[in-house]
């Protein structure tokens, strides 16, 4: 907010001091700050007027189509905050019994028969699902005004400033509209009946801004992604806004998607959600069908999979249960609800809380009573990552309710609460001591459909709204989203230093700086010191960033800054995505400090947003049985000590546990589920920033000095195909090692990858993004689309990206056949794009559209919209670039540096290697999870080692000896092994060091041919399920030199013997000499015919000799007696 009193035109330099005015905030931070406030009253606590403080009254509107370049204008405009126009609080926003966010924002929208732009399942907004669609999905249909609440509609008048509007729409009336105004409202209920007010707000209501909500109907046009997963919605149709990239209108239509604030954040969500459940997945096309004999079918539970709920919620809690009104802790009196209590005034001693004078978190608080009429909520003590009337934090805590049991609403309280007290059986004291409750029992969490990774305003704003790009863990094969971890460091909260969770989002802000010999403003977050910065710095406007951001891009076409340019993302229901970090290399980030006026440095904030809700039941929890007991945490998830080049294991790590949740390294999803990833945790990459990493035209490039173009692409890749070329040694290697990585990250059968044409991260991307429709009307198509045979909609075969037969520009290559199919029972396809996938007709097996290429991205295109390549600029005191890191310091560890620069710290691209960061150097994005828990390298190893849990490990331990009789047959016996504990049942998984052909008739004590003689390094895993043993040991292939088994057939005939060879031996080919007992001796080869006529009539004795080709004879006589 402008200071209160500032001059507008900056001492006659108009527009310079002043942007986000009253009205600004009322209509962009006003729609989760849903409090009257601002909205109602200048900071004088009069109604606006041209009276108000020049703070209030000004504000800097954005361009427009009507002002294109921007206006000072004030709030008592037209339509503007004014004495009639203000939105006062809204009680009915908590207190209505329902809330069913989109329904009346799409009744104000008038979706109808006419314009039907509900959900995918229910477009014309009836109520009535659409043919083909689940029927389990929620439909958009109408509902009576004054019944729920609906979020999306509220903030709708406030997008068009008509705050006046806000309650009337936000229980469910419709706006009405002149032109492209918003001119009143239709629908207003005269009453609301007294069975739709709760005095107990419900969670759906707090959902509306705080979490994440799955049983609402799709956004327009989708299904999978929901009005429960944002609380605002800016459609707007091609020709309404003002585009900056083009300084016209926008000629796409754009939807923008406000995302809540705790799920955003926090990840928070209420009922039960979809994620341990199957969704529809093309992998398991049982999931696609209506088939409920094939399974699994979409809905069906996931085996061994975290439950995706909250245990409060489960139970029938509300949110209201735990956050109860400060200065009410006397409502209860024996379970019911206090007479006496009722009969009060509110302002009543019995109905306050005094809250004494006190530094929290270094800012200092006066006496504050709290009286129940306030609606002060118990709050958790959520630090670092507010500082919001902290003089009430711990009001509410997971100690309150389960250990010192201080909540004024259990039973012990007189409230109506009943609360377990955890015994902790078996969990060490010290534990308690040391770790949060919420660090064991909120093990991971479901970020879905996406948490906020960074705000990026490295450009300003985007369509109107924010920069907001998501992270996710999204499973294509069984069609959910999977958990995702989090940072944990150590924090004081309620007076107690210990290790909390936490999930990261990073802001990057332009600033100008000047001298400072003090700590850089914003840096001072407690524990260590931070070192010292010598400059103060001021955020620059977001107005001024766009400004930059233009003029850099008129003058640098090569950048490829989009300011609006948005990527559909067909695989999550057709939603759209900004581009990555837009700013990010050295000469984007000099080039825009280098624009007269503007900035000295980015400056990137990271902050810390606490988790509190998402509690696993207890079997989930770290140490818990679904964990795997203590080892989830006491154990390391990387299988490997040391790695080779090519990135297998060198030799192997001891405190590996397939069980490990990565606590003390952290791990990047998915690359962990390829081996890699293990003690990285990325600040900022998500996915699609990841694939884009793994660029074989980068790694193969004969010019990697200089960034890939598109002829670098074209030389590598076939631009229509997309498939790599062949004969270049580098690029096999690499789409091949990608291709399975990608199988291996994806959970894809073997093959997957390649077959879908993910040969490397770029061409991955070009799969999962294609290109905003002109007009909007369609979400353009999707390459993972499963078959029209077991679509839920008919006719979806549309969607996927292949062209159909009459326009295949590939002579049919990307066609196929479907064969074997019996209905139930599928078939599959032969050839094209989905050789081998399941089929009921030939349809299933080919392209549908008639001209996919212009949707599709080029790798140029996929690569400058997906990748993140954050560079220093300058170095030291002159680098462009800070990112200031900072926890509390490990109590046990004085050694460790708890706060530092990530700006100054880089990396090798090509090799991974970390570097000081100089000018152009690529800064490191990623942290290990103990450079914020602070161990040292002693205390790591033994936190590490499952032994000090006391959780026995396997031994393993084999024996060599090749076989006497067969060459290069090597038997081995790993019965000495030891199974531990001896409950345990253990698997033996043998490594055997090169190829050939195994038998494991016997895991125990298996054989194995090697293909070729020599010495091969075996390893044998020994498992039980939760630790194991490896031994390694050298086993010699050689081969073994067994004589031949003679064998023939001998004709006698007069004067004439014939021997037909039958010979045999391993060691091919075989030689033959016979010696025909006359002094005579004929040669030949094995499996040949040596005839002999004799002269003379007699008796003879003729001795055969085989020979194998390691020179090992076998020889046989016969006598024969011949007669004219």
């Known amino acids: 907010m402008a200071a209160k009193n500032i001059d507008p035109l900056n001492n006659g330099v108009a527009l310079q001091s002043i942007e986000t005015g009253a009205q600004d905030w009322a209509v962009t931070c006003g729609v989760c700050h849903v409090g009257g406030g601002q909205m109602e009253y200048d900071r004088d606590q009069n109604n606006y007027s041209a009276s108000s403080p020049t703070g209030d009254r000004y504000y800097f509107e954005m361009p427009s189509l009507a002002f294109p370049g921007g206006r000072l204008t004030t709030v008592d405009a037209t339509a503007g905050l004014s004495a009639t126009n203000k939105a006062e609080l809204d009680c009915l926003l908590c207190h209505l019994a329902d809330s069913k966010n989109g329904q009346a924002f799409l009744k104000s929208m008038g979706c109808g028969p006419a314009n039907p732009m509900g959900p995918s399942n229910d477009k014309n907004c009836d109520g009535v699902t659409d043919p083909g669609y689940p029927p389990t999905v929620p439909t958009a249909g109408p509902y009576a005004a004054g019944t729920a609440y609906d979020m999306y509609n509220r903030n709708l008048a406030l997008k068009n400033k008509r705050f006046d509007f806000a309650a009337s729409l936000g229980i469910g009336a419709a706006a009405t509209w002149t032109g492209s105004a918003m001119t009143g409202v239709a629908g207003v209920p005269t009453q609301i009946a007294e ?19 799955d049983s609402t109907p799709g956004l327009p046009g989708m299904m999978a992604m929901k009005y429960g997963y944002g609380n605002f919605a800016l459609i707007s149709p091609p020709g309404t806004q003002y585009d900056d990239d083009t300084n016209a209108a926008n000629d796409k239509l754009w939807f923008e998607l406000g995302c809540k604030t705790g799920m955003g954040k926090r990840a928070h969500k209420i009922g039960a959600g979809p994620n341990d459940k199957y969704g529809m997945s093309m992998f398991l096309a049982s999931t696609l069908d209506a088939d409920p004999l094939t399974v699994p079918n979409a809905g069906d539970p996931i085996a061994n999979k975290m439950p995706d709920a909250d245990v409060h919620d489960v139970k029938g809690m509300q949110c209201a249960s735990c956050h109860y009104t400060l200065g009410s802790e006397k409502k209860y009196t024996g379970g019911v609800r206090n007479p006496v209590y009722n009969a009060q005034a509110d302002q009543d001693a019995t109905n306050s809380k005094l809250f004494p004078a006190a530094d929290h978190h270094g800012l200092p608080y006066p006496d504050e009573t709290v009286w129940a009429i306030d609606h002060q909520f118990a709050q958790a003590d959520s630090y670092p990552d507010t500082k919001s009337k902290n003089n009430l934090d711990g009001t509410v805590s997971c100690e309150s309710c389960h250990t010192t049991r201080t909540h004024p609403r259990l039973t012990d309280n007189g409230g109506p609460l009943v609360s377990p007290t955890p015994a902790h059986a078996g969990f060490p004291s010290f534990h308690i001591q040391k770790i949060a409750c919420a660090t064991c029992h909120i093990p991971e969490i479901y970020a879905a459909p996406g948490r906020l990774k960074y705000r990026d305003w490295s450009v300003g704003q985007y369509k109107g709204g924010f920069r907001n790009m998501l992270d996710w863990n999204y499973d294509l094969v069984t069609g959910s989203h999977k958990t995702m971890p989090m940072l944990h460091a150590w924090l004081t909260k309620d007076h107690e230093q210990k290790i909390y969770p936490f999930l990261p989002s990073v802001m990057p802000i332009w600033v100008k700086a000047s001298p400072n010999s003090g700590i850089e403003a914003g840096s001072e977050i407690a524990g260590g010191t931070y070192p010292v910065d010598p400059i103060l710095v001021a955020p620059v406007k977001a107005r001024d960033n766009i400004t930059a951001a233009k ?318 390549a954050l560079q220093q600029s300058g170095s030291g005191a002159a680098a462009k670039v800070t990112w200031p890191i900072s926890v509390e310091k490990n109590p046990s560890n004085a050694a460790h540096v708890a706060s530092w620069d990530q700006g100054t710290k880089c990396y090798n691209p090509m090799t991974g290697a970390p570097l000081d960061c100089v000018d152009g150097g690529y800064i490191k994005t990623t942290v290990h999870a103990n450079d914020l828990l602070g161990y040292s390298a002693l205390q790591l190893a033994t936190l590490m080692s499952p032994g000090t849990a006391g959780v026995e490990s396997p031994t393993a331990y084999f024996t060599v000896k090749s076989d006497a009789t067969v060459s290069r047959k090597v038997n081995f016996d790993g019965s000495a092994s030891l199974c531990q504990p001896s409950t345990a049942t253990c698997t033996y998984t043998w490594d055997f060091g090169g190829a050939g052909t195994p038998d494991m008739t016997s895991s125990v004590k298996p054989t194995f041919v090697y293909d070729a003689a020599g010495t091969y390094t075996v390893k044998l895993m020994v498992s039980n399920g939760v630790t194991m043993g490896v031994h390694t040991a050298n086993a010699m292939a050689s081969t073994v030199n067994t004589i031949p088994v003679v064998n023939y057939t001998m004709t006698v005939a007069g004067m004439t013997v014939a021997f037909v060879d039958s010979s045999t031996d391993v060691d091919v080919p075989l030689r033959v000499k016979i010696i025909w007992g006359d002094g005579s001796a004929t040669s030949g080869v094995g499996g040949g015919t040596l005839t002999k006529i004799y002269k003379y009539a007699g008796k003879y004795t003729i001795n055969y000799t085989v020979t194998d080709f390691t020179g090992a004879k076998a020889v046989k006589s016969e006598t024969v007696t011949l007669t004219p």
């Open 195 to 213: 069975g739709q007010i709760n005095a107990l707000p419900n969670s759906k209501n707090c959902s509306v801004c705080h979490a994440r909500d």
């Open 551 to 868: 003029i850099v891009a008129a003058a640098n076409p090569g950048f490829d800054i989009r300011l609006n340019g948005g990527n559909i993302i067909p695989l999550f229901d057709g939603f759209s995505l900004s581009d990555s970090w837009e700013i990010d290399t050295k000469a984007e980030i000099d080039a825009m400090v280098g624009v007269t006026g503007f900035a000295t440095k980015l400056k990137l904030f990271n902050t810390m947003f606490d988790v509190t809700h998402g509690v696993a039941p207890k079997a989930w929890a770290l140490g818990g049985s679904m964990q795997g007991g203590c080892v989830s945490c006491h154990s390391s998830a990387d299988p490997c000590a040391t790695r080779n080049p090519d990135g297998s294991c060198a030799s192997h790590n001891q405190n590996y546990s397939p069980r490990s949740t990565a606590f003390f390294e952290s791990y990047q999803q998915p690359l962990n589920k390829a081996g890699m990833g293990i003690g990285q945790y990325d600040l900022i990459k998500n996915w699609f920033a990841l694939f884009a990493d793994y660029d074989c035209t980068a790694m193969c490039d004969p010019t990697p000095a200089t960034p890939p173009t598109d002829a670098d692409d074209q030389a590598l890749f076939n631009p229509l195909t997309g498939a790599p070329v062949t004969g270049n040694a580098c690029l096999t290697q690499c789409t091949t090692q990608m291709a399975a990585g990608f199988d291996a990250m994806m959970g894809f059968p073997q093959g997957t990858a390649m077959q879908m044409g993910m040969f490397d991260g770029i061409a991955g991307l070009q799969g999962f993004a294609i290109r905003e429709t002109v007009d909007g009307t369609t979400k353009g198509c999707n390459p993972f689309a499963g078959p029209v045979s077991f679509s839920p909609v008919p006719g979806q075969s549309v969607n996927n990206c292949i062209p159909n037969p009459a326009n295949d520009p590939y002579g049919g290559m990307m066609q196929g056949v479907c064969t074997g199919a019996a209905p139930p029972v599928p078939g599959a396809c032969t050839g094209g794009f989905r050789n081998g996938g399941p089929c009921m007709v030939t349809a299933d097996c080919e392209g549908a559209l008639a001209n996919p290429m212009p949707l599709l991205y080029s790798r140029g295109e996929a690569r400058s919209h997906f990748k993140i």
